[in-house]
């Protein structure tokens, strides 16, 4: 009788862990000229949060998405993006909150900072993806000096 609760949890488990798995990244391969069609492009990972707001890939998309749309922007491909590099601030950091082994979250996330000319904030981001990424054999990363 045990053994059924068991098999019903690894098999939600299973489920839960293949669906974050099937997550689209981002097509970067395409210019969003409308707002239309980017909030469509973003539409998989709103949804990935809402139904699991632990889904750290979910909210590496979302910011990485706001970041390639600012682009487009600074390029005059997408005249609607232009307050989009702050969006991508709060994805960006849950998912180095939710997910701090992973280097590129924090990239997108220094990409964002340096865009903004937060020179201090692009470097502490640095510094944070080396002190969490950095692997345990190599001497710790110095703490910044003033």
Request: aromatic share 10%.
């Amino acid at each position: 009788m045990r053994a059924l609760p068991a098999a019903l949890g690894l098999a939600l488990l299973l489920t839960a862990t293949a669906a974050a798995q099937a997550l689209p990244a981002f097509d970067t391969g395409r210019l969003y000229l409308k707002e239309a069609d980017f909030n469509a492009a973003i539409r998989p990972y709103q949804q990935a949060i809402a139904s699991d707001a632990r889904n750290a890939r979910a909210h590496y998309w979302l910011g990485f998405a706001y970041l390639f749309a600012y682009r487009q922007y600074l390029v005059q491909a997408a005249p609607y993006a232009a307050t989009y590099l702050g969006r991508a601030v709060a994805p960006l950091e849950e998912a180095i909150k939710l997910a701090p082994g992973h280097p590129d979250a924090y990239l997108a996330l220094h990409d964002v900072y340096h865009l903004m000319g937060d020179m201090a904030k692009a470097d502490e981001v640095i510094l944070r993806m080396l002190r969490s990424t950095r692997p345990a054999w190599l001497p710790p990363v110095p703490a910044r000096s003033p």
